[in-house]
């Protein structure tokens, strides 16, 4: 089993050593991962500035670019096989429902799922590596289990999952689930820049709105691993005979109006 992993914390981040470790005695592994922190920069690729790709001390490679484009940069020629899965994260805090569209681990497994690999993105509820070990532990066993079924390497498919900040004995089992929702973002913070600028800075995410049963929010607030599919397909299916009709409607004659 060949695999590919990457994240958007940047490759010296505790979450993707610990997924490293947890991953490397079990498959041939390689990590393309960014050189800063890049949260928050769902699929976004660099198109108009040079990408770089730098071998590290501990042998994982680096990309000044996003992780869009380190999974990209990795798939279309810097490694020169397909692998057979990717995997992204561990992530430093949740990416469960309306942070999935933000999310620059979700991106890089996306990216993956994109050019037709399976594709995995993890992430730890709360932010801090409390208990990464545990979650790494967990990415291991998700990752075997899909092997011993033969989903590695087969059909694409992209899953999220989460993973709340506990010791492994006391994670419950997994939950499969769907996206919860958020309110929306808090307040833009703005400040005075030494030079007297206002500066913005993005507000933190907003609440939870939609923590109901069978929710990714729902299922690890009680303790359970939080898997939810992911598909690309934006398209609003159960819209499409409504707008349909109202385009209709806008193209049709209008009578004329009497002078």
Known sequence: ??????????????????????????????????ELNNSAKSNALTLHSPLYVTRAANGF?????????????????????????????????????????YSGTVGAAMEGYLFGVPAIAFSQV????????????????????????????????????????LPLEQLKPMKVCRLGRRHAAEKVITQ?????????????????????????????IQGHVALTPLKTDLSDHDGLGYWAQTVANLLRPRPSVPE
């Not at 990457?6 to 470790?21: C, K, M």
């Not at 059909?155 to 709340?164: D, G």
């Not at 993005?202 to 109901?212: E, L, Q, V, W």
Request: with cysteine.
């Open 1 to 34: 089993m060949k695999i590919l992993i990457s994240n958007d914390d940047g490759y010296q981040a505790p979450g993707i050593v610990a997924l490293y470790e947890a991953l490397k005695d079990v498959a041939d592994v390689e990590v393309v991962a960014p």
């Open 61 to 101: 490679r680096y990309v000044n670019g996003t992780p869009a484009d380190c999974v990209h940069i990795a798939l279309t020629g810097l490694l020169g096989y397909r692998p057979d899965l990717v995997v992204s994260g561990i992530n430093n805090g949740a990416n469960m429902g309306d942070d999935t569209i």
């Open 126 to 165: 709360m932010k801090g590596w409390g208990h990464i070990g545990a979650a790494a532990a967990k990415a291991r066993e998700l990752v075997l289990q899909m092997q011993q079924q033969k989903l590695v390497g087969a059909s694409p498919w992209l899953l999220n999952v989460n993973i709340p900040n």
């Open 192 to 220: 005075m820049s030494p030079r007297g600028e206002t500066m913005y800075w993005i507000g933190d995410a907003g609440a939870i709105k939609d923590d109901a049963e069978g929710t990714d929010f729902h299922a690890t």
